[in-house]
């Protein structure tokens, strides 16, 4: 392999890593180390991979042969997905050690120092949980993950009310989710049996996201013990579920309107589900999504995505399994169509068992040019079906990614196009 040939696959390692390829990245990382066996950011970022597709065993693995490879200040990195390896399996001592360790190479990190306070807390070690998280606070003030982890232990290990409200307000700006913030503020004051204003908050939430059921379900108890009630229900446009209302929707919802996201709904696997516009990125463009998918959780996002190339805007069904991503990025593709073609082709050369389809051209409703290509990807549990559409915004590239399993491909694969067209340039 020449060093071009190697510089392509890094590359696409950073592409793949963007946009939440996990089984990608790991095939392109395997590559790369066929060539470069002791990479010490491709073993970082395989590690990566290996954690999101839930391969935690070659994980760990991945992990500890990076640590033979990497100065100590890099180790820090490895340290706390090894932790994160054990939060999630309820292992908080080990998940403490880890993320000591990473402290101890990256002692600037205040993530990391909040993450270790949360495991002492686990632990029982309260006061010392809570001496690290006031220092965590201290080195970064506005890191919207430590304020989070700060509020998880006043509402879980302490009961401190002043502290969690004063926590959930400097939280509110810098959340990623306007769902996820109204959310914990409803069950805050439920908490504390403030029933109106929990209400309120609640009805919040759904305007944020009409279809999570946790939410409605909330609103329903609350409506039956008498607070908010039909006006107030009214107000939030909770979705109607009535059986006339979704006869007489998918009554309209035949021929050829049957998946025509323009006409303001589709149906998809018997399901109606109904599309709103929404502006992301200042406002500069919008786009028709599902009403009843939910926005990502900040701690959804941060194990999915890469920090530094997180989507701002991933909305996702209830179960995971069908996610809208958009990432408006700062360059700019003067011909989209030869971008598509050429990254097509690459996958394609890399994946000879994957189905690659053709790259096509088309038009959003404004008239604006746009190329996109899709593609299934073998995988152990459940084939995935992936379409990648290239935008031109603003003199920036548009980044359009949707994923849902193939079984379903079917039924979302005209919608995938319908919402790509649905883009519309707010400044055009």
């Known amino acids: 392999m020449s060093n071009e040939d190697y510089a392509r696959i890094l ?9 939440g390829s996990y089984e990608y990245l790991r095939q392109a990382c395997m590559e790369a180390l066929r060539y470069e066996p002791h990479d010490k950011l491709v073993l970082s970022k395989l590690t990566r991979a290996y954690y999101n597709i839930g391969d935690y065993d070659n994980c760990v693995k991945t992990a500890n042969e990076a640590l033979a490879h990497q100065t100590p200040y890099e180790q820090g990195f490895i340290y706390y997905m090894l932790g994160a390896e054990r939060d999630y399996a309820s292992d908080h001592k080990k998940a403490a050690e880890y993320f000591l360790a990473a402290i101890e190479r990256r002692p600037e990190n205040a993530e990391y120092v909040a993450q270790y306070a949360l495991q002492l807390a686990y632990l029982g070690r309260f006061d010392e949980a809570q001496e690290l998280l006031y220092r965590a606070e201290e ?3 506005h890191n919207y993950y430590v304020l989070n982890i700060k509020f998880r232990f006043y509402k879980y290990w302490r009961n401190d009310r002043d502290i969690e409200e004063d926590t959930l307000s400097r939280m509110l700006p810098l959340s990623p989710s306007p769902f ?22 609640y009805i919040k939430a759904s305007l944020a996201c009409p279809g999570d059921k946790k939410v409605l379900k909330m609103l329903r108890l609350l409506e039956a013990r008498g607070f908010g009630g039909a006006e107030r229900q009214k107000e939030a446009q909770i979705p109607d579920t009535e059986p006339k209302f979704l006869d007489a929707l998918r009554s309209k919802l035949t021929g050829r309107n049957r998946n025509n996201i323009h006409f303001g709904a589709t149906i998809i696997n018997n399901e109606t589900i109904r599309f709103e516009r929404i502006k992301l990125y200042d406002r500069r463009f919008s786009v028709l999504l599902p009403d009843s998918f939910r926005d990502m959780e900040p701690g959804e996002i941060k194990i999915k995505y890469n920090r530094e190339g997180a989507p701002e805007c991933v909305k996702t069904s209830n179960d995971l399994r069908t996610n809208f991503s958009l990432t408006l990025c700062e360059s700019w593709l003067p011909d989209p169509l030869s971008t598509a073609k050429a990254m097509c082709a690459e996958l394609s050369k890399q994946r000879p068992e994957d189905t690659f389809f053709t790259v096509r051209a088309s038009r959003t409703k404004s008239r604006i040019r746009f190329a996109f290509f899709d593609f299934i990807v073998s995988a152990r549990d459940d084939d995935i079906y992936h379409f990648i559409a290239y935008i031109p915004i603003q003199k920036r590239l548009l980044l359009f990614v949707f994923n849902t399993t193939s079984e379903q491909m079917r039924e ?3 919608v995938a196009l319908q919402v790509a067209q649905s883009i519309e340039d707010c400044g055009a």
């Open 11 to 19: 590359n696409q390692i950073e592409h793949y890593e963007n946009i």
């Open 139 to 141: 080195m970064d003030p």
């Open 180 to 201: 996820y913030m109204n959310r914990a503020l409803a069950e805050f004051h439920l908490k504390y049996n403030e029933h109106e204003e929990a209400y309120e908050y």
């Open 412 to 414: 979302w694969r005209p």
